[in-house]
Nanobody
Framework: VQLVESGGGLVQTGGSHRLSCALSGFFFDDYDIGWFRQAPGKEREGVAC????????YHVGSMKGRFAISKDSAKNTVYLQMNNLKPEDTAVYYC???????????????????WGKGTLVTVSS
C-alpha cells in the first residue's frame, strides 16, 4: 500500500495551491481517503475526507469553503485544492486511507490505516 503526497512548497498569503496524493497497492473502492495536516508545535488535524467509491466529500468546518478534496479515478489520485491561504495553514499535509468496513467519512478520519509521508506547505505572510 502506498500513498505519496506531492505539490508542497512556498505560497503567498491569499494564494491557491493544489496537493496531490497518488495511491497504489490496494483496492480503492474499499477505502476512504483523507487529508490531514500538522502545523509546527500542534497536533495533527483532519482536513477533508472523500469516499473513493462515489466521491462523496466531507470537509472539516474550519476549512470548509477554502479547501476542497477531489479525486481522479483514472489517475488513482486524490487532490486537495487550497484557496485563500493564510500563514496559519502552514503545515505538513498528509493523505491517508481508511477501510470502509470500519467506518466512512467523516468518522473515517479517526480510523486511517495507511499514511503517506507528507508534504510541507509554507504560507508566507
Amino acid at each position: 500500500v502506498q500513498l505519496v503526497e506531492s505539490g508542497g512548497g512556498l505560497v503567498q498569503t491569499g494564494g491557491s495551491h493544489r496537493l496531490s496524493c497518488a495511491l497504489s497497492g490496494f483496492f480503492f473502492d474499499d477505502y476512504d481517503i483523507g487529508w490531514f495536516r500538522q502545523a509546527p508545535g500542534k497536533e495533527r488535524e483532519g482536513v477533508a475526507c472523500i469516499l473513493w467509491k462515489d466521491s462523496t466529500t466531507y470537509h472539516v468546518g474550519s476549512m470548509k469553503g477554502r479547501f476542497a478534496i477531489s479525486k481522479d479515478s483514472a489517475k488513482n489520485t486524490v487532490y486537495l485544492q487550497m484557496n485563500n491561504l493564510k500563514p496559519e495553514d502552514t503545515a505538513v499535509y498528509y493523505c491517508a486511507a481508511a477501510p470502509r468496513w470500519v467506518s466512512t467519512c467523516p468518522t473515517a478520519l479517526y480510523n486511517m490505516d495507511y499514511w503517506g509521508k507528507g508534504t510541507l506547505v509554507t504560507v508566507s505572510s
